[in-house]
T-cell receptor, first 113, second 113 residues
Framework: GAVVSQHPSWVICKSGTSVKIECRSL??????MFWYRQFPKQSLMLMATSNEGSKATYEQGVEKDKFLINHASLTLSTLTVTSAHPEDSSFYIC?????????FGQGTRLTVV | GESVGLHLPTLSVQEGDNSIINCAYS??????FIWYKQESGKGPQFIIDIRSNMDKRQGQRVTVLLNKTVKHLSLQIAATQPGDSAVYFC????????????FGKGMKLTVNP
């Protein structure tokens, strides 16, 4: 299947700093990418849908000014967690869609201290 | 047996048994459904999918059943192996302004040797 690469796989940052997570589709072009957040022992919660060349669509309750999404090319979407706080600590997962199938990155474990 | 806690419900089976994992989806207009397997610290891995115009689909050792009347999906794993131990999620393709993949609650499967 298609490969989606997410980087970094884990990051520790201080409160108040910003963190950028990259999601790349390596062998296909993805017009749509999705960003999810997953807390321990819970399901994946959709945060936003990222469309190449346009603004992201955020799910209800997700702060667009805190979670900045950029989808500048057909193979790259980035999620920036701005002014991170300990409650932002979570597992962030991206997904890229090729027709119907969705392929997932390996996830990024963010710890804010 | 199956147990339900505050978060992920769990299912414990013996190696060689058949496992059935159930999922209720939310949107009667969803037209495509996927089962994913997630191992600890990793992104979801595609297992099998089914379109809404079908009620059964078989793969290698896995079968997905779809009951649109009650909005229910199930994943059957034949001859369960220790390597099948993971968390399993169903996801539905929600149609609307833009299509998005929304995950169900998930179930943790533990296979005892």
């Amino acid at each position: 299947g298609a490969v989606v690469s997410q980087h970094p796989s884990w990051v520790i940052c201080k409160s108040g700093t910003s963190v950028k997570i990259e999601c790349r589709s390596l062998d296909f072009q993805a017009t749509t990418m999705f960003w999810y957040r997953q807390f321990p022992k819970q399901s994946l919660m959709l945060m936003a849908t990222s469309n190449e060349g346009s603004k992201a669509t955020y799910e209800q309750g997700v702060e667009k000014d805190k979670f900045l999404i950029n989808h500048a090319s057909l193979t790259l979407s980035t999620l920036t967690v701005t002014s991170a706080h300990p409650e932002d600590s979570s597992f962030y997962i991206c997904s890229a869609r090729a027709s119907r199938e969705a392929f997932f990155g390996q996830g990024t474990r963010l710890t804010v201290v | 047996g199956e147990s339900v806690g505050l978060h992920l419900p769990t299912l414990s089976v013996q190696e060689g048994d058949n496992s059935i994992i159930n999922c209720a989806y939310s949107n009667s207009a969803s037209d495509y459904f996927i089962w994913y397997k997630q191992e600890s610290g990793k992104g979801p891995q595609f297992i099998i999918d089914i379109r809404s115009n079908m009620d059964k689909r078989q793969g290698q050792r896995v079968t997905v059943l779809l009951n649109k009347t009650v909005k229910h999906l199930s994943l059957q794993i034949a001859a369960t192996q220790p390597g099948d131990s993971a968390v399993y999620f169903c996801a539905e393709n929600m149609k609307g302004g833009s299509e998005k993949l929304v995950f169900g609650k998930g179930m943790k499967l533990t296979v005892n040797p």
